[in-house]
């Protein structure tokens, strides 16, 4: 069975500094992983995967993620965080022939 | 905007009657994904449709159910309503199916709030 865990329900950090945003996961095979984030009343946007290749996804918004295959991780990170960074975050994992499993969410609050 | 749309936006109802949510997805993809996100469930995966074909199934309830129509849009039908129903619905689509590493696109959302 697929499993995602966001160990963090809330991230707080100040302008400016970078952030990182948790995720751990758990599958049968190969894994693709996935950052979703999600403004107040909005539907979630898509922001990096990870399928195969290089370890740091790069995405939108200045968001990367580094998949750590021994840690089974796929953390986000941006090194300078904004004021509107500030939302719900998702990582999501899948492998072949399964549907997505969405982790808990994770709340970043970037402080002025 | 993911190119996903979902009507009507807001929806209010009473305990026992049915309602029906509307998606059409991106041009070009089959996949149609639904969704349900409460404040204590997080985001639940409801039901899966391949080019009109179901293709998954989650946790979706029995008096829930769902059909994705020719033209590729799709409708979750729910019935029987309770109060714990009281959601927000998403809808996604994908270009291809689940499992290939496709990214999903997500629509705004409808939140039912039953009364």
Redesign the interface.
């Given at each position: 069975a697929q499993s995602v865990a966001q160990p963090e329900d809330q991230v707080n950090v100040a302008e400016g500094n970078p952030l990182t945003v948790k995720c751990t996961y758990s599958v049968s095979g190969n894994p693709?992983l996935?950052w979703?984030v999600q403004y107040p009343n909005?539907?979630?946007?898509?922001l990096l995967?990870y399928?195969t290749g290089d370890n740091l996804v790069k995405g939108s918004y200045g968001f990367e993620a580094e998949f750590n295959k021994s840690q089974t991780s796929f953390h986000l990170k941006k090194p300078s965080a904004l004021v509107s960074d500030s939302a719900l975050y998702?990582c999501a994992v899948?492998?072949?022939?399964?549907?997505?499993?969405?982790?808990?969410?994770t709340r970043l609050s970037v402080l002025p | 905007d993911s190119g996903v749309t979902q009507t009507p936006k807001h929806l209010i109802t009473a305990t026992g009657q049915r309602v029906t949510l509307r998606c059409s997805p991106r041009s070009g993809d089959l996949s149609v994904y639904w969704y349900q996100q409460s404040l204590d469930q997080g985001l639940q995966f409801l039901i899966q449709y391949y080019n009109g074909e179901e293709r998954a199934k989650g946790n979706i309830l029995e008096r829930f159910s769902a059909q994705q129509f020719p033209d590729l849009h799709s409708e979750l039908n729910l019935s029987s309503l309770e109060l714990g129903d009281s959601a927000l619905y998403f809808c996604a689509s994908s270009v291809a199916l689940a499992g290939e590493g496709n990214e999903q696109f997500f629509g705004p959302g409808t939140r039912l709030t039953v009364l």
């Open positions: 693709y996935f979703y909005r539907g979630l946007q898509f995967k399928i998702f899948m492998s072949y022939g399964q549907n997505f499993v969405f982790g808990p969410g | -």
